[in-house]
């Protein structure tokens, strides 16, 4: 995934090289669109844990990189501009919790590594507090709809116990995107937060094992939901 993202960039940069050396620039262009390629890192919001619905202590969770690339199109109007993205994610991120909240008698931990692939589509608002050609810096916000049409969670086992998990998730979920932008001329550097609004997890079932038998069986619910935070390189096309 990150070769691709590499080898998308350094395409994207000779062609707008080549191409500008061809067209010079319109600088009160209204309309514009360009690529975004950059990596990202999840911080998980948990928001409640419950075994068998008892309340139980939150879980740990340790942030894997991710990536993603989109597509967008900008309206600019002097200083304001609104920018429509299509784009796709791959995030990751691992949850840590003691074996010994199942009903078995050891301190050992296991943990749980989650990976989702994701359409993004962010609606934005920014505006440009420095606009002298051919630099900007803008801050932006505004809504953004995840749709995760891939999702994978598999749990890590230790020793002679294993441990089994079945959680659904919401596949459509709403976040808040707060950033900062800077643009030299066709080329931006973009950084963001993603503030989750909605939980995505749902309430699963989980089975615990040592060795052949069953210790205990029953429900699961990891209430949490994924903020996002993101750097990104683009450029104008």
Known sequence: MRKIILISLCCIFIFTTIRAEKKPRNKDQRFNFGLIGGVNAPFISNRGFFINWHEAELPSNESGIGAMIAIFGRTNINRHYLQFEVGTSFYRNKTIFDIDKFNAATTIQTS???SAFTLDIPLLYGYNFVK?????????AGPKMRYTYKYNDTPDNFGTYIFDINEPIHPITGSFIIGMATKISRFILDFRYEFAITVQSKPGTYYLY???????????????????????LGVIL
């Open 210 to 232: 040592e060795g052949e038998s069953l210790l205990s069986q029953g429900s699961i619910y990891m209430k949490r939901a994924t903020n996002l935070l993101s750097f990104s």
């Open 132 to 140: 002298k050609a051919p630099y900007e810096l803008s801050l932006f």
């Open 112 to 114: 749980i590594n989650a």
